[in-house]
């Protein structure tokens, strides 16, 4: 989801106006499924079992991962061009 996405007008999703979920869906980005890991070539493959947007399910989306410090940095060339995810190490509770 694109950072800083404001709040719907109101918090039943299911009464939003097509403005607010057409705003929402070009925002948003989500799959879910398994992966598998090729260290060698730092790639990670993510086979997606289902996704907003159903074109994606049962592809297989690969990824070119890295570490910059505490955060793992994926990339991937697609249709719609370079993409970048950023995941961010939480700090350690005690």
Same mark, same amino acid.
């Given at each position: 989801m694109q950072k800083d996405f404001g709040p719907f007008r109101k918090d039943d999703w299911?009464?939003?106006w097509? #403005?607010?979920i057409a705003a929402a869906w070009?925002?948003?980005f989500g799959y879910f499924g398994t992966y598998s890991v090729d260290p060698e070539r730092q790639r990670? #493959?993510?086979h997606i079992g289902g996704a907003f947007f159903p074109n994606l399910v049962g592809t297989d989306q690969v990824r070119w991962y890295r570490f910059e410090g505490e955060r793992l940095v994926l990339d991937a060339d697609t249709e719609w061009g370079r993409i970048r995810a950023i995941w961010e190490r939480a700090p350690a509770t005690s």
């Open positions: 299911r009464s939003a097509d #403005t607010e070009k925002s948003y990670i #493959t993510h």
